[in-house]
């Protein structure tokens, strides 16, 4: 049996153990066969499955234009992914190709935030913006034409939410400040796009009491799977304040049954957490496990229920808090009511409750108190006690 056919044949074993339907495999077999007979003895690589498309389907690997066509391609791209990695991504989401005009730009941009000493994960977005602002700049060809108007009609044509424009802006205020002090253009981003300083953090805080949290957990169906799951969620997010982030990484290796804590290690700052798994968090998470979650071979305590089984994206879940809250009849009138606001909530909750504010850094997960501090909604009673503590 060549090299081919062995990929081949556990590429497909790993699509059958991921719990695609027989129908769906037998289509890729058939598809996977065809492939065989068109490369012969060559290896299987990108460009001579470009040319197999191009010769059997008679379109553009690259440039799909329909559903039909993205099908014919979606589990070719999966086979040189298995082939490279022993892994698949589950979508494929939209690759942002940067304008060759800008390449070199780019390139030294990104060298720089090297230097900065960043998570990953934020500057991997750092760089999906730079390349969303590069790209819109088609009217010039060299950097140093770049004018104020190129960046305002950029900000302005954005088709996203208000929030996601401005996370944006903060970053094209950042380029355009690195450009100015390389020498590149001759205007700054602040100047661009001036800072507005605010003494209130009343407009920065969201934050929702006990009441609302109860309310908010009671309004939840668990007589049905979706519930059970979405329940789990929320007591993750309430009672322990876990960002969503690690939550869509928490592992079942992640519990210790013995002694009833979790331990991960956090997506955000890379460092460990250990939480109590208390009874609000224990009994959910038991429901779930026995009556929702698939017994398959896969560590994710939440994964999906369709193929390919595996974790859940950080999509999947950011707007199930919005979904309890209308439930719930919450008022969330100009405030954040996502996921992340669970969080705030926690922290002020405790501190109302007189817990030490070095307990709830430690909770959140915190490696200093400055940045608990910043997620608390302080009342005028607390506001010695935490002095006090702070200067001790």
């Not at 077999?29 to 470009?50: A, F, G, R, T």
């Not at 929702?208 to 949290?213: K, V, W």
């Not at 969330?332 to 007189?354: D, I, P, Q, V």
């Amino acid at each position: 049996m060549n090299t081919n056919n062995t990929i081949i044949l556990k590429f497909i074993e790993r699509m059958v153990n991921d719990g695609y339907s027989e129908s769906r495999i037998s289509r890729i077999k058939s598809q996977m066969n065809k492939l065989l007979n068109y490369i012969n003895d060559s290896d299987i690589n990108e460009e001579i499955i470009v040319s197999f498309v191009e010769d059997n389907y008679a379109f553009d690997y690259y440039n799909p234009v329909n559903a039909n066509q993205l099908d014919k391609i979606k589990y070719l791209k999966n086979l040189l992914e298995f082939k490279d990695t022993g892994n698949y991504l589950k979508r494929h989401s939209k690759v942002f190709i940067l304008n060759e005009k800008f390449y070199d730009i780019y390139n030294e941009y990104k060298k720089y935030l090297d230097t900065k000493n960043i998570e990953p994960i934020t500057r991997k977005c750092k760089l999906i913006k730079t390349k969303l602002f590069l790209n819109s700049l088609i009217e010039i060809d060299d950097i140093s034409e770049l004018k104020k108007s190129h960046c305002y009609n950029f900000i302005n044509d954005l088709d996203y939410s208000l929030r996601y424009k401005e996370e944006i802006t903060y970053e094209v205020r950042r380029i355009v400040n690195w450009l100015y002090d390389n020498k590149k253009i001759n205007f700054d981003g602040n100047s661009l796009f001036p800072r507005i300083i605010s003494q209130s953090r009343s407009n920065l805080i969201s934050y929702y009491d006990n009441d609302e949290i109860e309310r908010l957990l009671d309004c939840v169906d668990i007589s049905n799977s979706i519930g059970k799951r979405d329940y789990l969620i929320l007591s993750l997010l309430v009672y322990l304040g876990l960002r969503i982030s690690d939550i869509i990484d928490l592992k079942l290796s992640d519990i210790n049954w013995n002694l009833n804590t979790i331990n991960i290690v956090q997506q955000k700052t890379q460092n460990i957490l250990t939480l109590p798994l208390i009874d609000e968090v224990k009994y959910p998470l038991l429901d779930y496990l026995k009556n929702v979650r698939k017994n398959v071979n896969n560590d994710y305590i939440f994964i999906t229920n369709y193929a390919p089984i595996g974790k859940y994206n950080s999509k999947s879940f950011q707007t199930i808090v919005t979904k309890y809250m209308n439930k719930a009849n919450i008022d969330y009138t100009n405030k954040h009511h996502g996921t992340h606001s669970l969080r705030h909530s926690l922290a002020s909750n405790l501190l109302k409750e007189n817990i030490p504010i070095t307990t709830i850094s430690s909770v959140l997960g915190h490696s200093t108190i400055k940045t608990t501090r910043q997620y608390l909604t302080i009342d005028v009673s607390n506001l010695k006690e935490l002095s006090l503590e702070v200067t001790l």
